[in-house]
């Protein structure tokens, strides 16, 4: 194991979790409805393949 690369690991972790910050109540209200938007929009073009693809087979 090179004990270097563990280290240089740990530190670079914990200095990703210092500089992130929580959320406030906006910013997960819009993360909220763009992924949910993204999950409908996925979901509807599986459908819709999924359509044509009894129609026309």
């Known amino acids: 194991m090179d004990w270097y690369k563990i280290k240089s690991y740990i530190s670079h ?3 990703v979790l ?3 910050k929580k959320p406030d109540k ?3 209200k819009v993360i909220v409805k763009v ?3 993204g ?3 996925i979901g509807a073009i599986g459908f819709i393949l999924s359509l044509v693809n009894q ?3």
């Open 13 to 15: 972790c914990i200095r």
């Open 18 to 20: 210092k500089i992130t």
């Open 26 to 28: 906006e910013e997960y």
């Open 35 to 37: 992924s949910g938007l």
């Open 39 to 41: 999950i409908a929009v």
């Open 55 to 57: 129609l026309l087979f």
